[in-house]
């Protein structure tokens, strides 16, 4: 605290002040976006959340004299400049970001819910103001009963596209017939909002009937000159960007010189400088690398700073102490009420009328009941206009967070994980199908020659699934960039393997996706591809050193599939022409033999099994065991696989399987105690399998039921497994 | 109808209906009349010497109906429009007073009349509005 009170000494010197308070509403955005993201919810939510912490609502109330010390009244109008700039900036990239074409190539159902999507909430919203007026609202000039009914039917049908989008790759809905509608949607509720706020503030600061007709005339010119003149001119820079094949300073000045401008004279003219900033970012020519190169250079800064700014000065705006009585709280409930009935509901009946299922048009629905950062943006021009009360920002604030904040949880109720799987759920082919999740482009090539032998190339059914999962970028939090950035990337890592497979003329079949959680979206895939095998490279995690630790553990632990982790030692040439099988009798080195077996059948290659026992013990039955499954899986009439059975005694399997390893070129393994490959979350042991043996390693492990897999009856199942038991 | 034809219809009709639907608000809207505004710092002038001391200015913050006043001697009453009003006449409850502004006009002068509850007397101030939540004008930003 004496710390705080000497850094806020600096209340003399504004400058200090500024940086301190910047500093906190960075930490505590960041903090509660990152926590929120963890809870697979928008980040926008916890970054709002901590705007209004911030503010007398939370910070306030508990600590009165810390809150006045760190946002004393006169500094808020410093916080008030950024947050305005922040926001300008952020309208212009959200224009930027427009696609003509989601508009332009719309189905006739995109068109009619996204109308409908518009005009439910906006007639719900004014019709809601027939019973708030006499009671929420003041007697005032601003308050008109006009502007009040404009301005609260145009908070009601405000979409958050850049939350929307957000929610939909995340979830990877994006290509789907739902996320196909919904962005468009979002595309045209997004103009049509911000040409509509134009309209209301016009209205509300127009003063007669000559002076809302200069401001319509001026309205017109400006958007007159700005497709006439302004255009052509972006287009000239463009030409210029694409010769230069970069985005000089000078260009970047101009063009936020230009935003300026823009947002100045709409200003000026009485429509917002939100207009201004959002028409100059949708005219930009879209086509080329342009905008994304402005978008780089403006929006780390904007989203990272000022907007978190602008949420801070939203919650020093806003107190929830103001809904004090059961009547407050009852309005605030109606309005989420309205809220969610004219976009939700209104959304939901046109997509339905539109022919969708009730669960796809519920899906649509409440997708487009979110409203979050843009909900804010558009209520604070109300709070400026004088058009709303204390009282009924705190409400709509509220009404934006609870509508944005429930759009994952309740998306997720009605159109289940569970639900897209089935739909997602390709046929099974008859033949062996591996799945190869590729995080390393350079371990590819490696990973297709091992699948080509384990898969051969007599079946025609067999499959090759080439897995690339990307990370949400960070950008995504606030905007779309839903295909065109992610795309190319995903090529790039996948592109080494799919060379090596037209080599080895395997089919392959690329997935892409983005994802948050690796291992369980692997395990998902393999499952609703029905994958025999999924084969992973290995990388060393990041705060271990083991091999079978952090995401391969997941892997290994959570999916329905077997798995086997290839160790590449960098000296694989092609396919290996000896293999060692250390052997047991687990069932995981059951299906070593298995896998070993397979490339025997494909590539010809010679096997070992080299089975292990302890000196002494039972070592006649394990040897009839390992001699039994060794025939099962080799001795086949119909094509009879070179193999040599090995059996040997010692104390130490590990030391034995790292000695007789030398002479081989792939070592095949199951996970097992005995070979000191265990699979563990945090292993900060390294096996000493994997650092001994010089050879590289397939480490494999079975899932679930060997048996039952192998189709066996569930009394045979019983029996064998008290006979695998006791070998093991 | 023509398959090209019925978006058209529909479209028209929604227009209509909006349009409409909106006509119908407006009108509806404008004879309704929101709670007098006495939003605001106003100065207090005691008009007796036994009134209670609640400091020179007071602060009020107005949601419609609801009322907050924080008063320059820390005190601070919530309070709700009570009955109906009138500009000259605006009754308020709250949990300990019941407050009434008297006589507001164009020079936004008025009286405030206060009851406390539990208590046999009567506080009068002439008080006058000093200044109003500030509102953005066009170019104000």
């Known amino acids: 605290m004496k710390v705080l009170e000497a850094l806020l000494q600096s209340g003399a010197n504004p400058v200090l002040l500024l940086v301190v308070q910047i500093a906190l509403i960075l930490g505590l955005s960041r903090l509660l976006g990152l926590i929120f993201t963890r809870l697979h919810q928008p980040q926008v ?23 006045a010390m760190v946002f004393p009244a006169a500094s808020i109008p410093y916080l008030n400049v950024l947050s305005q700039l922040g926001v300008i900036c952020f309208l212009f990239l959200v224009g930027l970001e427009l696609d003509p074409k989601l508009i332009r190539n719309r189905g006739h159902a995109a068109v009619a819910i996204s109308h409908v999507s518009i005009v439910a909430p906006f007639l719900l919203g004014g019709a809601l103001t027939l019973f708030l007026y006499p009671r929420l609202f003041n007697d005032t000039p601003q308050m008109q009963f006009r502007s009040v009914a404009l301005f609260m039917g145009a908070s009601m049908s405000i979409t958050a596209f850049p939350v929307l989008a957000r929610i939909l790759t995340e979830r990877n809905l994006h290509k789907t017939k739902i996320g196909a509608i919904s962005i468009t949607c979002a595309a045209v509720d997004d103009v049509t909002a911000w040409c509509m706020l134009a309209f209301v503030v016009g209205i509300a600061r127009a003063q007669g009937l000559r002076g809302g007709l200069i401001t319509a005339g001026l309205s017109v010119l400006y958007v007159a000159v700005m497709f006439l003149l302004v ?62 190169a402005i978008n780089e250079k403006l929006e780390d800064f904007v989203v990272v700073v000022l907007l978190p ?94 509508t944005t904040a429930l759009t994952t949880p309740i998306l997720h109720l009605v159109y ?24 390393r482009p350079a371990s590819g090539r490696s990973l297709v020659q091992l699948a080509s032998a384990l898969i051969g190339s007599n079946d025609t059914d067999r499959r090759l699934l080439a897995l690339n999962l990307s990370r949400p970028i960070d950008r995504d939090a606030y905007r779309a960039g839903i295909d065109a950035e992610q795309a190319p990337e995903a090529n790039n890592s996948l ?67 077997d798995v ?47 089975h292990v026992s302890a000196p002494g013990g039972n070592s006649g039955d394990n040897k009839l065991h390992a001699k039994s499954e060794t025939d099962r899986v080799f001795n086949d009439p119909t094509q009879p696989l070179p193999v040599t059975l090995r059996n040997v005694e010692g104390d130490s399997p590990v030391d034995l399987v ?71 | 109808m023509s398959a090209a034809s019925r978006p058209t219809v529909v479209y028209v009709v929604m227009l209509a209906c909006s349009i409409f639907g909106l006509w119908v608000i407006l009108t509806l809207g404008r004879n309704l009349k929101p709670p007098p505004d006495l939003s605001g710092q106003w100065q207090l002038t005691p008009l007796t010497p036994e009134t209670a001391n609640m400091g020179s200015t007071m602060l009020v913050e107005q949601s419609g109906r609801f009322l907050q006043i924080a008063f ?42 206060m009851n406390p509850a539990h208590e046999d007397r009567t506080d009068t101030w002439k008080i006058r509005r000093v200044s109003q939540p500030a509102v953005a004008s066009r170019g104000s930003h």
């Open chain 1, 45 to 67: 939510v916890g970054e709002m959340l901590a705007g209004i912490m911030l503010g007398p609502s939370l910070f306030g109330w508990l600590a009165p004299h810390a809150a």
């Open chain 1, 564 to 610: 086997a982790i290839f160790v590449d030692r960098g000296n694989t040439a092609g396919i290996p022409g000896k293999i060692l099988v250390p052997y047991m009798g687990s069932k995981h080195d059951r299906l070593a033999l298995e896998l070993a077996g397979r490339m025997a059948r494909n590539r010809n290659v010679e096997v070992t099994v080299l």
């Open chain 1, 231 to 292: 255009r052509p001119f972006l287009r000239r820079l463009q030409q210029t960007y694409e010769r230069q094949q970069r985005l000089s300073q000078m260009m970047v000045g101009l063009i936020v010189l230009m935003i300026l401008v823009s947002a100045y004279l709409t200003e000026i003219i009485g429509i917002h400088a939100l207009f201004g900033a959002f028409l100059l970012g949708a005219i930009m020519p879209k086509a080329g690398a342009f905008v994304k």
């Open chain 2, 72 to 113: 320059a001697n820390g005190a601070t009453v919530s309070a709700q429009m009570d009955g109906p009003q009138t500009p000259s006449h605006v009754p308020l409850a709250s949990d300990w007073s019941i407050i009434e502004f008297n006589g507001l006009d164009h020079l936004d002068t008025a009286q405030l009349v």
């Open chain 1, 416 to 439: 289940p994980q569970r639900k897209m799987e089935q739909e997602q759920i390709l046929d099974a082919s008859g033949g062996y199908s591996v799945l190869i999740p590729v995080s």
């Open chain 1, 309 to 402: 700014v602008f949420f801070a000065y939203t919650g020093l705006r806003m107190r929830v102490g103001v809904l004090d009585t059961p009547e407050m709280w009852f309005y605030c409930g109606l309005i989420i009420f309205v809220a969610c009935l004219g976009k939700f509901g209104g959304s939901t009946l046109a997509a339905r009328a539109c022919g969708l299922g009730w669960r796809e048009s519920g899906a649509i629905g409440i997708l487009m009941n979110t409203r979050g950062l843009m909900e804010l943006v558009i209520l604070n021009v109300g709070r400026e206009l004088g058009v709303i009360t204390d009282a009924v920002f705190a409400m709509m604030v509220i009404m934006a967070l609870i």
């Open chain 1, 658 to 728: 790292v000695e007789q390893s030398k002479e081989f070129d792939l070592v095949v393994i199951g996970v097992a105690e005995e070979w000191g490959l265990e699979s563990q979350l945090l292993g900060f042991r390294a096996e000493r399998i994997a650092q001994e043996v010089t050879a590289p390693l397939l480490i494999v492990r079975k899932h679930g039921n060997f048996h039952a897999a192998r189709g066996l009856p569930p009394e045979k199942i019983k029996s064998a497994q008290q006979t695998a038991a006791a070998t093991a």
């Open chain 1, 495 to 561: 592109q080494p393997l799919l060379d090596e497979a037209l080599k080895q003329k395997v089919p392959v079949t690329p997935v892409t996706f983005t994802s948050r959680d690796f291992a369980s979206d692997i395990a998902r895939t393999a499952r609703l591809r029905h994958v025999d095998l999924i084969l992973m490279g290995f990388h060393h995690p990041v705060y271990t050193s083991s091999i079978l630790g952090g995401t391969v553990h997941r892997v290994m632990t959570g999916s329905d599939t």
